[in-house]
T-cell receptor, first 116, second 116 residues
């Protein structure tokens, strides 16, 4: 079964609009971490933001914020004021840690296109 | 400080040949991961190490794949014999797991493998 689900294979958004990329996860652990990565067309993987399962506040990093809804097992990435350079693949990932497994697994990704 | 270094960046080989991919993690990091990325299957975790010890190799597709980490600064992923379906981008990533569950992955630029 998929542990990380990203239901939007592709999205088109007008420049300067806010974007929400969906991510749901499945774990029975109480302690885990959630990550978002960006992969531009050049191929490198860029870390964007991290949320710990015990963090009470939603994580924010510049224009990126993570809408963490623990009961729903949802960790959506919000990009405010989108820019052309935001066009890329975005991956949600999870590290489960209750059993110190420390494995990090990725969703299938969402390809975001920002339109001028 | 240098990031994760992978070599070769590109490899084209013929079916049946042995392929060796190399990775130098960030100095001081205690986890090393090998991922494979394809259009069809996304980012798949192949194997990961903690302090040079393989922790989970359940993602290694078959016996043709092997990985080693002889010391803290070097890891190899070997495919022998290679097949066309092994064509993919292979990423190495390292991380430092502190007391909590933070510790994002730092990715190398990837090794693009094409097996003819």
């Amino acid at each position: 079964a998929q542990k990380i689900t990203q239901t939007q294979p592709g999205m088109f958004v007008q420049e300067k609009e806010a974007v929400t990329l969906d991510c749901t996860y499945d774990t029975s652990d109480q302690s885990y971490g959630l990550f978002w990565y960006k992969q531009p067309s050049s191929g490198e993987m860029i870390f964007l933001i991290y949320q710990g399962s015990y963090d009470e506040q939603n994580a924010t990093e510049g224009r990126y914020s993570l809408n963490f809804q623990k009961a729903r097992k949802s960790a959506n990435l919000v990009i405010s004021a989108s820019q052309l350079g935001d066009s890329a693949m975005y991956f949600c990932a999870m590290r489960e840690g209750e059993n110190r497994d420390d494995k990090i697994i990725f969703g299938k990704g969402t390809r975001l296109h920002i339109l001028p | 400080d240098a990031g994760v270094i992978q070599s070769p960046r590109h490899e084209v080989t013929e079916m049946g040949q042995e392929v060796t991919l190399r990775c130098k993690p960030i100095s001081g990091h205690d986890y090393l991961f090998w991922y494979r990325q394809t259009m069809m299957r996304g980012l798949e975790l192949l194997i990961y190490f903690n302090n040079n010890v393989p922790i989970d190799d359940s993602g290694m597709p078959e016996d043709r794949f092997s990985a080693k980490m002889p010391n803290a600064s070097f890891s190899t992923l070997k495919i022998q014999p290679s097949e066309p379906r092994d064509s993919a981008v292979y990423f190495c990533a390292s991380s430092l797991l502190t007391g909590g569950l933070s510790g994002e992955l730092f990715f190398g630029e990837g090794s693009r493998l094409t097996v003819l």
